[in-house]
């Protein structure tokens, strides 16, 4: 099975900054890649797809790349409704597997 | 607007068995392959199950397999999850997920409900 592994696992940050985090995967897998956003309390939401397609929706300060192995979201200015735990999630096996997510809060 | 209302959770025994459903409006049910996804308490999200839009393939975690049957009701909008032979470490959060514009199963999940949770405890 696929893993995933991200860094960091958590962060703080301010707002306006820019931050990445990045998402490891343990075999190549094109670019079958996912990335998530969660707020406590609420379910997930699709914020990249296809390693670098915006969803609907998402504001264009999100961007995600790479492809292979190794991947990045990145929040370019950082807004006060983007702290939020970060999941990736490859698409590649049917096993649709998550990373253990990261956490960015308020430094 | 899509909406995805999942109801059925609550407190089972161990060994026990479980009916969730997600209720789907808001987008044409029929041609799209959904899935279930869980998240236990204070951890993170969990894959479980996955069906096309016509139901003639479905897809399940090693953690689940043989022990959970997904379907779906096109008359009622309706995707299901039968839980049986339920454990401790099956409690969570239940998640119905829609793909993307997809009447196979991609993985790409754009749409989630709010969740039911799953308490097994005796």
């Known amino acids: 099975a696929i893993q995933l592994t991200q860094s960091p696992s958590s962060l703080s940050a301010s707002v306006g900054d820019r931050i990445t985090i990045t998402c490891r995967a343990s075999?190549?897998?094109?670019?079958?890649l996912a990335w998530y956003q969660q707020k406590p309390g609420k379910a997930p939401k699709l914020l990249i797809y296809d390693a670098s397609s915006l969803a609907s929706g998402v504001p264009s300060r999100f961007s995600g790349s790479g492809s292979g192995t190794d991947f990045t979201l990145t929040i370019s200015s950082l807004q006060p409704e983007d702290f939020a735990t970060f999941y990736c999630?490859?698409?590649?096996?049917?096993?649709?597997?998550f990373g253990p997510g990261t956490t960015v809060d308020i430094e | 607007e899509v909406q995805l209302l999942e109801s059925g959770g609550g407190l089972v025994q161990p060994g026990g068995s479980l009916r969730l459903s997600c209720a789907a409006s808001g987008f044409t049910f029929s041609i799209n392959a959904m899935s279930w996804v869980r998240q236990a308490p204070g951890k993170g999200l969990e894959w479980v199950s996955a069906?096309?839009?016509?139901?003639?393939?479905?897809y399940y975690a090693d953690s689940v397999k043989g022990r959970f049957t997904i379907s779906r009701d096109k008359s009622k909008n309706t995707l299901y999850l039968q839980m049986s032979s339920l454990r401790a470490e099956d409690t969570a959060v239940y998640y119905c997920?829609?793909?993307?514009?997809?009447?196979?199963?991609?993985?790409?999940?754009?749409?989630w409900g709010q969740g039911t949770l799953v308490t097994v405890s005796s």
């Open positions: 075999q190549g897998i094109s670019s079958a």
């Open positions: 999630q490859e698409f590649n096996s049917y096993l649709f597997t």
């Open positions: 997920a829609k793909d993307r514009r997809a009447t196979t199963v991609t993985g790409r999940f754009e749409e």
């Open positions: 069906i096309s839009a016509s139901g003639g393939s479905t």
